[in-house]
Structures are given as C-alpha cells and as structure tokens.
C-alpha cells in the first residue's frame, strides 16, 4: 500500500529556512499532482501549494508566495517544500498528499480532493 512519509521539520527562528521532503514508497508520484496542506493548533487544514504531475506547473497560495518552493523529483519518488524567511504564523503539522487533481489553470486545494496523505511533521516557527 502506498505510504508518504514527510520529515524535515523542526524548530526555527523567524526569517530561517527548513526544507520538509515528502517520500513515496511507491513510483507513482508520475500520476498524481502533489500537495502540501498545513494545520495550525486550533485551526482547519489548509492547502498552501501544489505541483502537477509532471512538474511543469506549480501553484502557492499568497500567504506563502515568495517565500515557499514547491518541487518534485519523481526519479526519487520525492516532492520538496522549501521554506524561507518563515514567520510564527507558519507555525502548523505539514502533510503532503497526493490527488488526481488539477494544479495548473484551477489549482485544487481542497483536502477532500486528495487521496492519500503522510502522518505530517511538525513546523516550529518561534524566537
């Protein structure tokens, strides 16, 4: 069965970097656009950037535009966040997922769209 497993998150101070890695345990990562959703304490999950199957287009939501880079290495079976000068707002358990879903023209950022989820790793954003 495939798993996705997210790791790569940790305790930062405002304005650092983490890069969290979403591995699959299967080479299936060609079929399926890739999410990443991050839940803070208290709050629902949100959707904050997609990458489509093939790479060839990506989308971040605004509060993260500028700041996070979604990527993928298929030949890896892993998909990439890279998060720079983040803010305790970012704070929040990330999951990456997988859906058959657009994520070019009409990004689709609706956890219910997705099929398959990671445990999450948690993110830490505090001085």
């Known amino acids: 069965q495939l798993q996705l497993v997210e790791s790569g998150g940790g305790f930062v101070q405002p304005g650092g970097s983490l890069r969290l890695s979403c591995a699959a345990s299967?080479?299936?990562?060609?079929?399926?656009?890739i999410g990443w959703f991050r839940q803070a304490p208290g709050k629902e999950r949100e959707g904050i950037s997609c990458i489509s199957s093939s790479g060839g287009s990506k989308y971040h939501k605004d509060s993260v535009k500028g700041r996070f880079t979604i990527s993928r290495d298929n030949a890896k079976k892993t998909v990439y966040l890279q998060m720079n000068s983040v803010k305790p707002e970012d704070t929040g358990v990330y999951y990456c997922a997988l859906g058959r879903v657009g994520c070019s023209r009409y990004p689709q950022l609706d956890p219910a769209a997705y099929d398959y989820w990671g445990q999450g790793t948690q993110v830490t954003v505090s001085s």
């Open positions: 299967e080479f299936i990562l060609d079929y399926y656009a």
